[in-house]
């Protein structure tokens, strides 16, 4: 009886933090004991959480018992209005399922992964005479063998450089391969053997390509075997010019495989292993292909409702490997090592089996080299958790001493950066990043194409990318109803000129919201503009302050990591600032001039230039020249004429 009245009160509890009309016990009395998903959800109709269970009723009645619940349970019982309920035939296909209702309504307490891009891949292309390997992102493509995914673009640039090293396959593109006359530096080096010229035969060539995709497929020690029988050939032969290179290929690769475990099997496997610390969560992934470790990476995902690693690790793996048909079939190798062991593996490996159309082993349970996998992947984990707690404290303490430095009466919580980047006026980028406690925001960043000013107008950049920013949250923040998301530091990259132009913007929008809003004197973010010094070195910057009486420069002591955050954030815009620019340059180069030219499509542009010869011919002609080629009235001559002389 008291059991029943402490659930009855607790019920009550839930239903006054959320929603009175709200009655979990109605809900219960009708749900299914079979398996299928539930889908938490407020009042709003918006969804807080996707979850999947064997026996339903069961498994949602945890969320209303009358003890038991942590915090961040609590938080999200507190917000439930409604529950919605799919049946499934099983507890694999309620996986599944889930996973794809997170993907579709990325619910806020379900577990996070900030990053969702595909996965790179080493690319050897088969249609060649000469085949070429190189770097690799998107789907599956025929004319070429794919070999990975690799963690990471610096694994697969690191892997294409021992390659180019070892078995002297090139890398170059197609245009710049068919054009050459003479060997380029990769052949001086010794990384490439030159067949653009003629220095290999197509069979050599060929039996380079095979050497290079074997060890790619983990057929280190057979290929090692082969190549010491035809070193002794090649011997035999008397051609010890080539056996002395097969001998430097055989040394080259056993030191590889005496830097790694290496399992002689050549066998494919992912070792994930997953560490939690209070809110503080990493998951270290390890991709082993063809038997060696091809690289790893850590993930910190978000997860709300993790009471341990275990529970971290199920959520992780679902969301990891369930994403989509295609990227399943291509990420899920045949063996997932973990750490933790999980009570679930069974349902989750027949999950993976289902998505990718084979069958996929799930255990922790190892021996030999895939022990030391494992616990390498622990390993890993521990560390990486704990430089990322070590460095999330130390954020935390420059937002601090920043407080101080700067006298401020709260500590701020958000800081903006501006930046722009051009070369000579070209390509204008404005960028703006955004840092918390927990550090970089990059879902916030955000960068702008500067047009409509004069080449090297840093000045008018900055106006409109300020303006871009901020009057785009204000109509969010009207549109919703809710005040818009400000930084508490606004920090310009520059001097006084473009401080005064985030000083003039945000005081524009201010009288604006004030106007709309029937509200005065709504509080600007702190401005601060952070120019290089005379030396332009690190720690000599000049600081500026914006008041109401001017700018005030402010002095911040070099070893103050309050002035080291300002510094890392400004480098940070930087970075994001010139690699768009970087970006936008690139495209902007690759398009003709005649791409421009309004009348000129396709057919004329290919007409024009197979009549002078090139663009540079084109360029050279008079309006009378132009007007003679296929297609080109003198109306349209004069139009190019003027386009490509700026008249």
């Given amino acids: 009886m008291t059991k029943q009245r402490n659930q009855s009160e607790s019920t009550e509890r839930i239903m006054d933090a959320g929603n009175a009309d709200f009655d979990p016990k109605a809900i219960l009395a009708v749900m299914s004991q079979g398996p299928g998903v539930y889908r938490m959800l407020d009042k709003d109709g918006e969804v807080l959480y996707v979850g999947k269970a064997r026996n339903l009723r069961k498994r949602v009645s945890n969320y209303f018992r009358a003890s038991g619940l942590d915090t961040k349970t609590m938080a999200l019982v507190s917000h439930i209005t409604n529950i919605d309920v799919t049946i499934t035939n099983s507890e694999t296909e309620a996986l599944l399922l889930e996973q794809n209702l997170i993907k579709k309504f990325r619910p806020p307490y379900n577990i996070q992964l900030r990053d969702d891009k595909t996965y790179p891949y080493i690319m050897l292309t088969h249609k060649d005479v000469f085949p070429r390997m190189a770097f690799y992102r998107g789907g599956r493509r025929r004319d070429a063998k794919l070999f990975g995914p690799y963690p990471s673009a610096s ?40 067949p653009c010229v003629g220095y290999i035969s197509p069979s050599d060539y060929a039996d380079d390509v095979r050497d290079a995709s074997r060890f790619l497929q983990g057929q280190s020690n057979d290929l090692i075997r082969d190549m010491g029988e035809r070193m002794e050939r090649k011997s035999q032969a008397l051609e010890f010019e080539q056996a002395a290179r097969l001998r430097d290929r055989i040394s080259d690769l056993r030191k590889i495989q005496s830097q790694q475990v290496v399992s002689g099997d050549g066998e494919d496997a992912d070792v994930l292993a997953a560490v939690a610390e209070g809110s503080y969560h990493c998951v270290h992934v390890m991709i082993v292909r063809g038997g060696r470790v091809i690289g790893s990476r850590n993930h910190f995902p978000k997860d709300k409702l993790a009471e341990n690693a275990e529970a971290l690790l199920a959520a992780f793996i679902a969301q990891y490997y369930l994403r989509d048909e295609t990227t399943s079939s291509q990420l899920i190798p045949k063996e997932v090592i973990i750490s933790p062991s999980l009570p679930a593996k069974k349902t989750l490996a027949e999950a993976l089996g289902a998505a990718c159309g084979r069958k996929v082993r799930l255990t922790g349970n190892v021996r030999g080299h895939r022990a030391k996998w494992r616990d390498l992947a622990a390993a890993n984990a521990v560390q990486a958790l704990s430089s990322h707690i070590n460095n999330r404290q130390t954020l935390y303490q420059r937002f601090e001493r920043l407080q101080s430095d700067l006298d401020l ?67 969010k923040a009207a549109d919703s109803g809710s005040p818009a998301v400000m930084p508490d530091i606004l920090l310009i990259d520059g001097g006084k000129g473009q401080l005064s132009q985030a000083v003039d913007v945000l005081t524009a929008l201010r009288a604006e919201a004030d106007a709309e809003s029937e509200r005065q004197n709504t509080e600007l973010p702190i401005l601060i503009g952070i120019a290089k010094g005379i030396s332009r070195r690190a720690g000599q910057e000049t600081l500026f302050l914006a008041t109401e009486q001017g700018f005030e420069e402010i002095v911040i002591p070099v070893h103050s990591p309050g002035l080291h955050l300002l510094q890392q954030v400004r480098d940070e815009a930087h970075r994001f600032a010139i690699t768009g620019h970087r970006q936008q340059r690139a495209k902007t180069r690759k398009k003709s001039a005649l791409e421009e030219i309004p009348g000129l499509g396709p057919v004329r542009r290919r007409e024009l230039l197979r009549y002078f010869g090139g663009q540079q011919e084109i360029q050279r002609a008079s309006e009378s020249d132009l007007s003679r080629a296929p297609g080109i009235s003198k109306k349209l001559a004069a139009v190019i004429y003027d386009a490509l002389h700026n008249e």
């Fill in 155 to 194: 694994a697969v640039r690191e892997s294409l450089a021992l390659l180019q090293k070892v078995f002297r396959v090139r890398q170059c593109e197609d245009s710049y391969f068919r054009n050459r006359t003479r060997p380029c530096l990769q052949h001086q080096i010794g990384r490439c053997t030159a």
């Fill in 409 to 475: 009466e709260a500590l701020p919580k958000r800081i903006e950066c501006f930046d722009i980047s051009h070369t000579m006026g070209e390509s204008t980028v404005g960028a703006c990043v955004v840092f918390g406690h927990e550090g970089a925001m990059k879902t916030d960043y955000r960068r702008y194409n500067i047009k409509d000013i004069q080449g090297g107008d840093d000045y008018a950049a900055m106006e409109q990318s300020l303006k871009r920013r901020y009057r785009f949250l204000a109509d």
